[in-house]
Protein backbone atom coordinates (compact mmCIF):
# COMPACT_ATOMS: atom_id res chain seq x y z
CA UNK A 1 0.00 0.00 0.00
CA UNK A 2 2.66 2.40 1.36
CA UNK A 3 4.86 0.88 -2.05
CA UNK A 4 2.74 2.79 -4.11
CA UNK A 5 2.31 6.31 -2.51
CA UNK A 6 6.26 6.77 -2.52
CA UNK A 7 6.70 10.48 -1.88
CA UNK A 8 10.04 12.46 -2.16
CA UNK A 9 10.43 14.86 0.19
CA UNK A 10 11.07 18.39 -1.46
CA UNK A 11 12.94 19.38 1.47
CA UNK A 12 15.63 16.67 1.86
CA UNK A 13 14.94 14.24 -1.24
CA UNK A 14 14.90 11.38 0.68
CA UNK A 15 11.63 8.96 0.25
CA UNK A 16 10.51 9.38 3.71
CA UNK A 17 7.77 10.67 3.69
CA UNK A 18 4.63 9.45 4.81
CA UNK A 19 0.65 10.22 4.80
CA UNK A 20 -0.50 9.81 8.49
CA UNK A 21 -3.71 11.10 7.41
CA UNK A 22 -5.71 11.49 4.08
CA UNK A 23 -4.61 15.11 3.08
CA UNK A 24 -1.41 14.77 5.49
CA UNK A 25 1.96 14.72 4.06
CA UNK A 26 4.91 14.50 6.76
CA UNK A 27 8.96 13.49 6.32
CA UNK A 28 10.24 10.96 8.43
CA UNK A 29 13.80 12.45 8.25
CA UNK A 30 12.67 16.28 8.25
CA UNK A 31 10.56 18.60 9.94
CA UNK A 32 8.52 19.12 6.31
CA UNK A 33 4.42 18.22 6.43
CA UNK A 34 2.30 19.52 4.54
CA UNK A 35 -1.34 19.55 5.72
CA UNK A 36 -3.80 19.72 2.62
CA UNK A 37 -6.76 18.86 4.83
CA UNK A 38 -6.80 22.89 5.97
CA UNK A 39 -8.01 25.47 3.58
CA UNK A 40 -5.35 26.42 1.38
CA UNK A 41 -5.61 30.30 2.32
CA UNK A 42 -6.24 31.03 6.06
CA UNK A 43 -7.80 34.20 7.78
CA UNK A 44 -4.13 35.58 7.81
CA UNK A 45 -3.62 35.74 4.07
CA UNK A 46 -7.05 37.45 4.06
CA UNK A 47 -6.20 40.08 6.25
CA UNK A 48 -2.97 40.67 5.63
CA UNK A 49 -3.81 43.03 1.98
CA UNK A 50 -6.48 44.84 4.24
CA UNK A 51 -4.09 45.74 6.18
CA UNK A 52 -1.54 46.73 4.21
CA UNK A 53 -4.12 48.67 2.44
CA UNK A 54 -5.74 50.56 5.54
CA UNK A 55 -2.08 51.08 6.16
CA UNK A 56 -1.24 52.70 3.16
CA UNK A 57 -4.38 54.74 3.05
CA UNK A 58 -3.58 55.93 6.65
CA UNK A 59 -0.12 57.12 5.84
CA UNK A 60 -1.43 58.82 2.44
CA UNK A 61 -3.78 60.50 4.99
CA UNK A 62 -1.07 61.45 7.16
CA UNK A 63 1.49 62.58 4.39
CA UNK A 64 -1.47 64.50 2.91
CA UNK A 65 -2.32 66.58 5.90
CA UNK A 66 1.45 67.21 6.48
CA UNK A 67 2.26 68.26 3.15
CA UNK A 68 -1.33 70.63 3.09
CA UNK A 69 -0.35 71.77 6.87
CA UNK A 70 3.38 72.60 5.57
CA UNK A 71 2.54 74.49 2.45
CA UNK A 72 -0.52 76.43 3.41
CA UNK A 73 -0.18 79.88 2.52
CA UNK A 74 -2.13 81.09 5.29
CA UNK A 75 1.31 80.16 7.08
CA UNK A 76 3.70 81.34 5.01
CA UNK A 77 1.76 84.71 4.88
CA UNK A 78 1.92 84.29 8.76
CA UNK A 79 5.52 83.96 8.64
CA UNK A 80 6.27 86.81 5.90
CA UNK A 81 3.69 89.13 7.27
CA UNK A 82 5.14 88.90 11.09
CA UNK A 83 8.79 89.28 10.36
CA UNK A 84 8.49 92.02 7.70
CA UNK A 85 5.19 94.00 8.74
CA UNK A 86 3.75 92.80 11.38
CA UNK A 87 0.35 94.30 11.32
CA UNK A 88 -2.65 92.32 12.20
CA UNK A 89 -5.12 93.43 9.01
CA UNK A 90 -2.98 90.82 6.90
CA UNK A 91 -4.60 87.76 8.70
CA UNK A 92 -8.20 89.43 8.82
CA UNK A 93 -8.17 88.66 4.48
CA UNK A 94 -7.73 85.16 5.27
ZN1 LIG B 1 12.41 15.59 4.43
Known amino acids: ???????????C?????????????????CNFKRDFS????????IGFPL????AALLSLFILRAVYV???TPDM???EV???TAPTPTQHRIY
Open 13 to 29: SKRTVVQPKANVYQCLA
Open 76 to 78: QQR
Open 81 to 83: GSS
Open 51 to 54: IATL
Open 38 to 45: KPSKPKSN
Open 1 to 11: MAENNIIECPV
Open 69 to 71: FSN
